[in-house]
């Protein structure tokens, strides 16, 4: 077994080094990367930045969206061409701290893409009617994760994601078996902001729950701005 080199934690400016979940400390590292972009390779990413800090107990923390950016999984404002009903229904979104997400006309053109026009009607009535009983999230919980997930088109982190949207990653699942088998790095991929965590994928070696595991990260330590750290180590303290 390799022996990882000594190193000091540290973290994003405004986010805890530390955290405390059933009763026991963690550390989280955020590792600092370049700029990912479409097409590259994530096991040589993961190798570059991690490998030689890992410890055996780790867990690694990915962000959806450079995985996402490896597989190519992008969609170009350029490719989109935006119907009157992504138009309107844009406009009744409310925007949180963490994003317009489908109040973006794009992104709801791209909802309505992947779940076809009545579905997304559909959707939006019920979100209308779930306000009336100060109900939250309905409209996301009927058209699903892939919508959820879905990033970019948006000038908060970097200027290439003006001009594309960036899907969830494919077998978030399989890329992280594939992640643990070549390098042996336990890890999960997660869709995380200032509001919610979501872990979309884990290695089969994490037998915790979710919401253990959503514990870890609930503060989003990686950040949801230009801070360049799509990776998060996470260490327990002896």
Excluded: W
Excluded at 134 to 152: A, P, Q, R, S, T
Excluded at 157 to 169: H, N, R, S, T
């Amino acid at each position: 077994m390799r022996k990882a080199i000594a190193m000091e934690y540290s973290a994003n400016e405004k986010k805890a080094l530390e955290i405390v979940v059933n009763g026991e400390k963690y550390l989280r590292h955020a590792i600092k990367t370049h700029y990912v972009t479409v097409g590259e390779n994530y096991l040589d990413i993961v190798e570059k930045y991690v490998k030689d800090i890992y410890r055996e107990g780790d867990i690694l923390s990915i962000s959806e969206k450079i995985i996402a950016l490896c597989q190519g999984r992008v969609i170009y404002k350029k490719d989109i061409k935006l119907s009157a009903m992504a138009k309107f229904l844009c406009r009744f979104v409310n925007v949180t701290p963490a994003g317009e997400a489908v109040g973006n006309p794009y992104k709801m053109q791209i909802a309505i893409d992947l779940c076809g026009r009545f579905k997304v009607l559909y959707a939006a009535i019920a979100a209308g009617i779930g306000k009336v009983f100060k109900k939250k999230g309905i409209f996301y919980k009927i058209v699903g994760e892939e919508v959820i997930g879905l990033d970019g088109f948006c000038d908060d982190a970097f200027d290439d994601y003006l001009e594309m949207g960036i899907l969830i990653p494919n077998e978030p699942d399989r890329v992280c078996r594939e992640i643990h088998s070549a390098l042996g790095i336990s890890c999960m991929i997660v869709d995380a902001n200032d509001l919610t965590v979501d872990i979309l994928g884990k290695s089969d070696d994490l037998a915790e729950s979710k919401d253990f595991y959503c514990a870890l990260i609930k503060d989003n330590p990686a950040g949801q701005a230009n801070q360049q750290t799509p990776l998060i180590l996470i260490h327990k303290e002896k």
